[in-house]
């Protein structure tokens, strides 16, 4: 796919999702240089490129804050939890026999 106005290529749907898997589990900084790497064997639009690379960067921001929450929400669900059996009424046997 090109460009009417500069003659360059654009990363393509198919060449993103490509692209994409071969990078998913990279830290951010190889994951570019994987990226250059494919890019510099074309001639590609570099503000098609960078695109792809902030998309990259605010999927994984994403990520990382849906672990953050995922944690959280676990510790909260934790605390609630023990908040909930510290206060549990004591049953009509544990009542007897603490007497």
Not at 24 to 53: Q, R, T
């Amino acid at each position: 796919m090109e460009q009417q106005n500069t003659g360059q290529k654009i990363l393509d749907p198919l060449e993103r999702a490509k692209l994409g898997f071969k990078v998913f589990s990279m830290p951010f900084d190889e994951a570019e240089e994987v990226i250059d790497e494919y890019v510099s064997h074309g001639n590609y639009d570099p503000a098609s490129v960078e695109l792809f690379k902030e998309q990259l960067d605010t999927q994984r921001h994403i990520q990382e804050k849906g672990v953050e929450l995922l944690s959280t929400s676990a510790q909260i669900a934790r605390q609630v939890v023990t908040s909930i059996i510290k206060n549990w009424p004591k049953t009509s046997e544990e009542n007897h026999s603490n007497s």
